[in-house]
């Protein structure tokens, strides 16, 4: 699972400010997995995505955030005018054909609002 | 639809015992997968072991093993010998689905 590389592992943020999160999935994979972790609590599925489409992105917040997966370069995870709730663990994993294999993750970046 | 449910938020187990960690599921789909990860203190979350719904025998890595029970819906985790390096976080998946259980802490008593 090292070969998810996720960037940066630490960010802290002013409320108001944007947050963006970084992802490179391994070689080779072509779906991303975006999850968050509130502090002593389990995964929260966000989005998945394809490179160029969104899969599915029922655990979205409606507003504030998006994600996308470009063709070139890494996933992006955008959180906009961050507030203290955002605040969370954000992990990536990446997989080939979803539901084919294990998705293999991303040591997670921290992301603090203060 | 797809769901998993780990019912034990913690559990204890002395060092060089066995423990196992529930997780039952549901689905209508008649080829399925469950995965179980661990996330210890620093973070980041490691796969350890995959059971496929065909699989004739339950899934085996190293001191990791499914019990897996298809009538029942369950896919428990056992990990035998326990070490104080198991202490941590353990989340079932199942395949296909995006969503994982809300977890298991697991902490070894020296």
């Known amino acids: 699972n090292a070969g998810v590389m996720q960037n940066p592992r630490h960010l802290v943020r002013r409320r108001g400010q944007e947050a963006r999160l970084r992802c490179s999935p391994m070689?080779?994979?072509?779906?991303v997995y975006w999850y968050r972790q509130l502090p002593e609590e389990g995964l929260k599925f966000m989005v998945y995505?394809?490179?160029?489409?969104?899969?599915?992105e029922s655990g979205m917040p409606k507003e504030r955030f998006s994600a996308e997966f470009p063709k070139e370069g890494p996933s992006i995870l955008r959180i906009q005018q961050v507030v203290r709730g955002d605040s969370a663990a954000y992990f990536c994993?990446?997989?080939?054909?979803?539901?084919?294999?294990?998705?293999?993750f991303g040591q997670g970046t921290r992301l603090t609002v203060v | 639809a797809q769901k998993i449910t780990q019912t034990q938020p913690g559990m204890f187990v002395q060092e060089k015992e066995a423990v196992t960690l529930d997780c039952t599921y549901d689905?209508?789909?008649?080829?399925?997968?469950l995965f179980w990860y661990k996330q210890p203190s620093s973070g980041e979350m490691i796969f350890l072991i995959y059971?496929?719904?065909?699989?004739?025998q339950n899934a085996t890595e190293g001191r990791y093993s499914l019990n897996f029970q298809k009538a029942r819906k369950s896919a428990n985790l056992v990990i035998s010998a326990s070490q104080l390096g198991d202490s941590a976080m353990y989340f079932c998946?199942?395949?296909?689905?995006?969503?994982f259980g809300t977890g298991t802490s697991l902490t070894v008593i020296p």
């Open positions: 994993a990446s997989s080939r054909p979803h539901g084919d294999t294990e998705a293999f």
């Open positions: 070689k080779g994979h072509s779906h």
């Open positions: 995505l394809q490179k160029e489409n969104i899969i599915d």
């Open positions: 689905t209508s789909d008649p080829s399925y997968g």
């Open positions: 059971q496929g719904s065909y699989d004739q």
């Open positions: 998946a199942m395949r296909g689905s995006v969503d």
